[in-house]
Each structure stands twice: as structure tokens, then as C-alpha cells.
């Protein structure tokens, strides 16, 4: 058994886990935290991104006790004041979601990326980019539109449709 403590969306939470714990059922089941999913177990899929000490990482590959001691964020403690992060209103806007179960992953894989790289963002960068996050419903079209929306509104450039 470990003693976790780590910040969680600016909270502290800790918990006692055993040594195999996953950071992705830290958040789940320890923190109560659901909107990190659980899709492959694998890191293959995306669908359990969240940010450790702002970089993003598949929590189902990370042990709990990997993550003690950092900063997390996860969707929910994206947005802030009530207001949505500026790629989870350009998911909405640009319909960039169906099912909903990677859209979580997919966003904060997003918000890294533009963190990252700035933008605005170029199809090609985001289609390299998005590798390692899977969406069986679409074919990433809206995914890329909000992406290439957000890092430009995230960068202060206007674009053709606005």
C-alpha cells in the first residue's frame, strides 16, 4: 500500500492505494473524478489523457504513486470561473464530439498540443498530433476544425468563418 498526495484541478487529494493503483482509477475512484475514461488500457486510445505538471499523459499507463506530489488536471478542472476552455467551446461550436467517450482525452491531448506548439494549427500538425487518440465515431473532421479554431483563437488571429 502506497500514501498518495497529489493536487488534483487545485485540490489536494489523498488517498491510501495499493502499489498498482493507475493514476486514471486514482482519479476515477479516489477522487471521484469520472470524466477521465478508461478505454484500452493499453495507451493506445487517448480516452484517459489528463495533464501532470501541465504535460499530458495517458493516466492508464501511470501508477498513482508516479503522479504523488504533482499538479493534475483533469477535464473537469479545465474550464474555469464557469466559463468553458477555449477548445471545449470550439468542441461544442464545431461539433466536435458524437459519442462522447474520447472527447475528454481528445480535449486535453488538445490543450497540450496547443500549449506546446501555439498556433494557429495547420490540418496536418493536428491529424500528426492527434496520433495515439482514437475516435471510432467520426472521421476527425469537426475534431481537427475545433482544433485548428481553438489554437487560432488561443493565438488572437481571426479566422475566415469568423
Known amino acids: 500500500m502506497a500514501d498518495v498526495t497529489m493536487t488534483v484541478n487545485g485540490k489536494t487529494v489523498s488517498k491510501?492505494?495499493?502499489?498498482r493503483t493507475l493514476l486514471?482509477?486514482?482519479l476515477r475512484e479516489g477522487a471521484g473524478l469520472t470524466g477521465t475514461h478508461?478505454?484500452?488500457d493499453t495507451s493506445q486510445c487517448g480516452a484517459c489523457v489528463v495533464h501532470v505538471d501541465g504535460k499530458a499523459v495517458k493516466s492508464c499507463t501511470m501508477l498513482a504513486a508516479q503522479a504523488a506530489g504533482s499538479e493534475v488536471t483533469t477535464i473537469?478542472?479545465?474550464?474555469?470561473g464557469g466559463e468553458l476552455h477555449p477548445v471545449q467551446a470550439a468542441f461544442r461550436e464545431h461539433h466536435g464530439l458524437q459519442c462522447g467517450f474520447c472527447t475528454p482525452g481528445m480535449i486535453m491531448a488538445a490543450v497540450d498540443m496547443i500549449n506546446r506548439l501555439g498556433g494557429p494549427l495547420d490540418e496536418a500538425t493536428i491529424r500528426a498530433e492527434l496520433e495515439g487518440n482514437i475516435c471510432r465515431c467520426t472521421g476527425y473532421h469537426n475534431i481537427v476544425k475545433?482544433?485548428?479554431?481553438?489554437?487560432?483563437?488561443?493565438?488572437g488571429v481571426r479566422t475566415a468563418a469568423e
Open 24 to 26: 486514471v482509477q486514482f
Open 76 to 80: 473537469e478542472g479545465l474550464a474555469s
Open 38 to 40: 478508461v478505454g484500452c
Open 146 to 155: 475545433a482544433i485548428a479554431a481553438a489554437s487560432a483563437e488561443m493565438a
Open 16 to 19: 491510501t492505494v495499493e502499489d
